[in-house]
């Protein structure tokens, strides 16, 4: 999906209710479990970049962590939700309009640079390209979180991973992918792209595993190239 079109699905009440459609749901909550132990490997005082940044759901663990952020988000009116996030949350913070295929910042800026759900609506050459961007501009750490495609010989034994392996061999996570508009990338692609741009896993915290043979994972990746 191009980003501009994205974009525009966050304007307005959509950005106002963001959160108010999603918090306490089971993914949010297991999202938010996920990501402290990935947050607290980040050395305090570091400097880190979320783009989207959304309504800024993370900024309780920058503050909580002492990371200094830059938020990035292409929705001018999911960059005053996070503002005043942070405002409520007493963190002082920059937030900027910008692209996650573009970024507007010199290499090696930041100790860490995260995305997390964006990279499930683009396809994988820019899933690649924006992971790359992210590199860039990171000194260290990359954090991602990817819904993926899981190749048949792991998706796991037994009777739920039979289940899983029979609904993905049917169809049933493209059929989810066509009516949503969402990308599943084929786990092989997004681990041969951490390994073209030298990234090594140092965590990694399974959200959701989907009878339609997807898993969701976050990772917290490190630069070694």
């Not at 990501?35 to 970049?49: D, M, S, T, Y």
């Not at 990035?72 to 002082?92: H, R």
């Not at 041969?192 to 990234?199: P, S, T």
Request: proline share 2%; hydrophobic share 40%.
């Amino acid at each position: 999906m191009d980003l501009n079109e994205l974009s525009q699905r966050y304007t307005g009440k959509a950005a106002s209710t963001y959160n108010d459609n999603r918090v306490g749901g089971e993914k949010w909550e297991s999202e938010q479990a996920a990501f402290r132990p990935i947050l607290a490997g980040i050395e305090r005082g570091a400097n880190v970049l979320d783009v989207p940044v959304g309504t800024g759901r993370l900024i309780p663990f920058y503050k909580e962590f002492g990371l200094n952020l830059t938020g990035l988000d292409i929705s001018e009116d999911m960059l005053k939700e996070a503002s005043a996030a942070a405002e409520e949350c007493g963190l002082t913070a920059r937030f900027e309009k910008g692209d996650i295929l573009r970024l507007q910042f010199d290499d090696r800026t930041f100790d860490a640079a995260i995305a997390i759900r964006l990279l499930n609506w683009i396809d994988t050459p820019l899933f690649r390209q924006a992971v790359r961007e992210l590199a860039r501009v990171s000194n260290r750490h990359v954090i991602l979180g990817v819904r993926y495609l899981t190749s048949l010989r792991d998706i796991g034994a037994g009777k739920g991973g039979l289940l899983r392996w029979i609904r993905q061999k049917l169809g049933k996570a493209k059929r989810n992918m066509r009516r949503t508009g969402l990308v599943y990338h084929p786990k092989s692609a997004v681990m041969e792209a951490f390994r073209e741009l030298g990234l090594v896993i140092e965590e990694s915290r399974c959200v959701e595993r989907r009878s339609d043979g997807t898993d969701y994972f976050i990772y917290r990746l490190a630069k070694v190239a």
